[in-house]
């Protein structure tokens, strides 16, 4: 499979090259330039298969030729010993979890294909990288778990000073480990704009093999569109009907890597969302992508420290503008309906759901008259652990969930014995110490 850049329909590279240098000098984002039909892989999949042969399988089918089959299946392999979980909630309605990673949280899966896609590259360039992250609480203690043990990959994390999560004292570059957390005196913004300035001089960041480990590489985001293969290979003897998919857009990943799956042959018939800013719906009801009334010349780049992939969603409908509003259903919702929907999950079905959850199920109910033709289901997406969101939960609903002991040890606040930093001079000087 070949990629190419949402503003650049000439530019073509491999998979390998995508992933090492992910942010196009155009200023756009890699997305697939060539139509898969994985029919014979997802088609043949059934309760038994694993969330890593699945991801093992469509990566050898992505990239077959860059990759042997056997790499394919040893990436996924060491990739995901844990995998999603597909709950039948009543008859037509059903729940993806993408939490029962190490931290609870949805990006475990992003994080843990990507770097070991990013080892094996390294691997056979002989060669090295680093990361270059602005970190969330989740986000840090998600790449230091997933970096021990490799050895082509080091990774400089930003963060507000006191906001350091889930590391070890053996994690840390100063003590043989690969990963240097960075305190910032100032806020997240602080934080993105030292790490925009680092990716805005190519020079630099290329010299130092810089990458990002958010789905503004597409090897972060490829591997969402694993999440719907699996659920249709659990489902696909359960629905007799349409299958639509309900979540929250986020910065719109998942519902791209849902597209991606549809167009590589996976039966799905569309994707129930709140509206947002930037996705929404017009007069007469149908979806609208308002961005895509600016020329790219007018846009900024992408950014790399917190992207959305609204333009690879315009990408995948740019040919069909009709299908676009045939496909994705945006609902306006208000945080009442919002917070009745999780009231409604917790006193229907037992469940404790966060705010995002919560709007999925709503705008799945209020788009129950397209989901129920022909036999038709629904699959909630449910991204994080309800206890990454228990203060929200305890609010709406009274009841406050517990987080497990696995993700309590994962996200445990971390210490670090170096003073903060406030300057981009600083941090070049630390990615040059980290990267060489």
């Known amino acids: 499979m070949r990629f190419t850049s949402t503003r650049n329909k000439a530019l073509s590279v491999g998979f390998a090259e995508a992933v090492l240098h992910c942010m196009p000098k155009d200023g756009g984002l890699y997305v697939p330039s060539d139509t898969e039909d994985l029919r014979r892989w997802i088609l043949y999949t059934d309760k038994t298969t694993s969330f890593a042969s699945v991801a093992g399988a469509l990566t050898s089918a992505f990239i077959k030729d860059e990759f042997s089959p056997i790499i394919c299946e040893t990436i996924a392999t060491k990739a995901f010993p844990f995998e999603p979980a597909v709950r039948r909630l009543d008859d037509a309605l059903f729940m993806l979890e993408l939490f029962h990673g190490p931290s609870g949280c949805h990006r475990d899966f992003g994080i843990a294909y990507l770097t070991a896609c990013l080892e094996t590259i390294l691997q056979m360039r002989d060669s090295s990288a680093t990361i270059l992250a602005v970190t969330r609480r989740e986000t840090g203690a998600v790449l230091a778990h997933e970096l021990r043990g490799k050895k082509r990959i080091k990774a400089v994390v930003v963060c507000p000073k006191g906001s350091v999560y889930g590391m070890q004292e053996s994690d840390y570059c100063w003590n043989g480990g690969n990963i240097y957390p960075v305190e910032i005196e100032g806020t997240e913004d602080d934080c993105r704009n030292l790490v925009r300035a680092i990716f805005a001089d190519r020079d630099f960041s290329e010299a130092k093999r810089l990458t990002v480990a958010n789905t503004a590489n597409i090897g972060r985001l490829l591997p969402q569109a694993f999440f719907y293969p699996f659920a249709f290979s659990r489902l696909k003897d359960e629905v007799p009907g349409d299958m639509y998919y309900a979540l929250a857009p986020g910065n719109y990943s998942n519902i791209v890597a849902g597209l991606y799956s549809w167009r590589f042959a996976l039966p799905l018939n569309g994707f129930f969302i709140p509206a947002a800013d930037a996705l929404t719906v017009d007069a007469a009801g149908d979806c609208i992508v308002l961005d895509s009334v600016v020329p790219y010349a007018d846009r900024r780049p992408a950014d790399p420290t917190d992207p959305s992939n609204i333009e690879r969603l315009e990408e995948v409908f740019s040919a069909n503008k009709l299908m676009m509003r045939n496909f994705v259903y945006p609902v306006k919702l208000t945080d009442a309906v919002t917070d009745d929907a999780v009231k409604e999950l917790f006193v229907k079905y037992g469940i404790l759901a966060d705010r ?61 014995a170096r003073a903060a930093i406030s300057s ?13």
């Open 356 to 416: 995002h959850t919560g709007r999925a199920y709503a705008a799945a109910k209020l788009k129950a008259d397209i989901s129920a033709e022909d036999g038709g289901a629904v699959v909630i997406v449910a991204r994080d652990h309800p206890c990454l969101s228990a203060d929200y939960i305890r609010q709406t609903t009274g009841e406050a969930p517990k987080m497990p002991e696995r993700i309590a040890s994962v996200l445990k606040i971390s210490r670090i």
């Open 424 to 436: 981009e001079a600083e941090l070049r000087a630390i990615i040059s110490e980290v990267a060489g």
